[in-house]
């Protein structure tokens, strides 16, 4: 480094300062309590539902009624008794396994157990498929 003269700094000084503070440091308690020992006013405001669940309460009684007037029996339907009887003479005259016509209409052999016993949800296509595969209208007069 070859110069003439002496050696001099062109920085200039940095200041750095804390944000202002947000206003939810604003309400935090120790800047409260800092503002009151200062002397600053202080300004408190009660809310009027504060604390509460507004959402919850307004409506909630009319809810309940409703709830408690429901009288709707809520189950999904079932095989038919007729439906599970045609399936299995079917089955039997054409001398099939619950497994064998599971496969011939490409479902499992659990599905046919279900139709069987009457726990199944019908279900339209595979009703279908088994009058197909049994070769006999298993649901009423089309």
Known sequence: ??????????WEPIVIRKKAPTAAAKKDEKAVNAARR????IETVKKSSAGTNKAASSSTSLNTRKLDEETE???????????KKNI????LGKKLTQAQLGQLINE???VIQEYESGKAIPNQQIITKLERVLGVKLRGKK
């Open 38 to 41: 200062s002397g600053a006013e």
């Open 88 to 91: 299995m003479q079917a089955r």
């Open 73 to 83: 029996n809520l189950t999904h339907e079932r095989v038919s008794s007729e439906l």
């Open 1 to 10: 480094m070859a110069g003439n003269g002496p050696i001099t700094q062109d």
């Open 108 to 110: 499992k052999p659990q």
